[in-house]
T-cell receptor
Framework: GQNIDQPTEMTATEGAIVQINCTYQTSGFNGLFWYQQHAGEAPTFLSY????GLEEKGRFSSFLSRSKGYSYLLLKELQMKDSASYLC??????????FGKGTSLLVTP | KAGVTQTPRYLIKTRGQQVTLSCSPISGHRSVSWYQQTPGQGLQFLFE???????NKGNFPGRFSGRQFSNSRSEMNVSTLELGDSALYLC?????????????FGQGTRLTVV
């Protein structure tokens, strides 16, 4: 089976940096996605990694190590609007995304 | 450019009934995927269609089925509804369907089975 793990909840302070980890054990690998989902809204794309290393996009960065089955999403200069659920998903084949259960991030003043 | 549109947004059905949900992808996108989202299980893959062909299927019973039309619009059907089918059903469209480009999600259909 496919196994994708991420912490259930995290809390961080406005202006700080937070790292959300994701580990995976899957039968295939076509890339790893991070999505953000605010309560009651659709998930929105944040990043995609297929090669090892760090991808930076403004305040958000994502890292991948394929040999370790590990990724993280780094959020800098946290803002209140970053309070949301962060979903790690592995692409297997075609367009089938296997999602972790998501990490609920609460940003406090 | 219009986003992914799902209808209806909310639905209440009785156990044993069947339901059909609709998804209109972004214009030009040929891949449509369906997901079930519940608090306990998170987002789970149901199936994916590309150019009217089902290419991938998740681990759901045969009561869950879908199809895609020539204009890329997709429908999913759930027959003999059970209480456990209560969930948010999300569809996502992608331009390439190769799993290497981002998927754009619709707002979802909230299904409640009573």
């Amino acid at each position: 089976g496919q196994n994708i793990d991420q912490p259930t909840e995290m809390t961080a302070t406005e202006g700080a940096i937070v790292q959300i980890n994701c580990t995976y054990q899957t039968s295939g690998f076509n890339g790893l996605f991070w999505y953000q989902q605010h309560a009651g809204e659709a998930p929105t794309f944040l990043s995609y990694n297929v090669l090892d290393g760090l991808e930076e996009k403004g305040r958000f960065s994502s890292f991948l190590s394929r040999s370790k089955g590990y990724s993280y999403l780094l959020l800098k200069e946290l803002q209140m609007k970053d309070s949301a659920s962060y979903l790690c998903a592995v692409s297997l084949s075609g367009y089938a995304l296997n999602f972790g259960k998501g990490t609920s991030l609460l940003v406090t003043p | 450019k219009a986003g992914v549109t799902q209808t209806p947004r909310y639905l209440i059905k009785t156990r044993g009934q069947q339901v059909t949900l609709s998804c209109s992808p972004i214009s030009g996108h040929r891949s449509v995927s369906w997901y079930q989202q519940t608090p306990g299980q998170g987002l789970q893959f149901l199936f994916e269609y590309f150019s009217e062909t089902q290419r991938n299927k998740g681990n759901f019973p045969g009561r869950f089925s879908g199809r895609q039309f020539s204009n890329s619009r997709s429908e999913m059907n759930v027959s003999t509804l059970e209480l456990g089918d209560s969930a948010l059903y999300l569809c996502a469209s992608s331009s390439t369907g190769q799993g290497t480009t981002e998927a754009f999600f619709g707002q979802g259909t909230r299904l409640t089975v009573v």
